[in-house]
């Protein structure tokens, strides 16, 4: 079992920058794939971003594929996503999550152990 916690989020004007944080218990964290999603006020939770075990492969949404960034350190347990030139259709509920089904789909059923979701807005 992982425990989540995201954080990080805030209020920003378009073009800066943020660093959402996902913080995890349990001692087997360096062994899953993880993955941020983010979810808008309407719509359905969608795949920001993912990274295997050890970090070493990345995948990205293409509406977000050279703007952010997405890293973990498996000794503090901790997953980053690092979000430049931020665009005001980034506003969205940003959730971490543990890839527990090995299909490569990025579905958030693939999915679990959500944490609670840190609010990122970007005004225009």
């Known amino acids: 079992q992982v425990q989540l916690v995201e954080s990080g989020g805030g209020l920003v004007q378009a073009g800066g920058s943020l660093r959402l944080s996902c913080a995890a218990s349990?001692?087997?964290?360096?062994?899953?794939?993880m993955g941020w999603f983010r979810q808008a006020p309407g719509k359905e939770r969608e795949f920001v971003a993912a990274l295997n075990w050890s970090g070493g492969y990345t995948i990205y949404a293409d509406s977000v594929k050279g703007r952010f960034t997405i890293s973990r350190d498996n000794i503090k347990n901790t997953v980053y996503l690092q979000m430049n030139s931020l665009k005001p259709e980034d506003t969205a509920v940003y959730y971490c999550?543990?890839?527990?089904?090995?299909?490569?789909?990025?579905?958030?059923?693939?999915?679990?152990?959500w944490g609670q979701g840190t609010q990122v807005t970007v005004s225009s």
């Open positions: 999550g543990v890839r527990y089904n090995p299909m490569p789909t990025m579905m958030p059923a693939d999915f679990g152990s």
């Open positions: 349990g001692r087997t964290f360096s062994t899953y794939a």
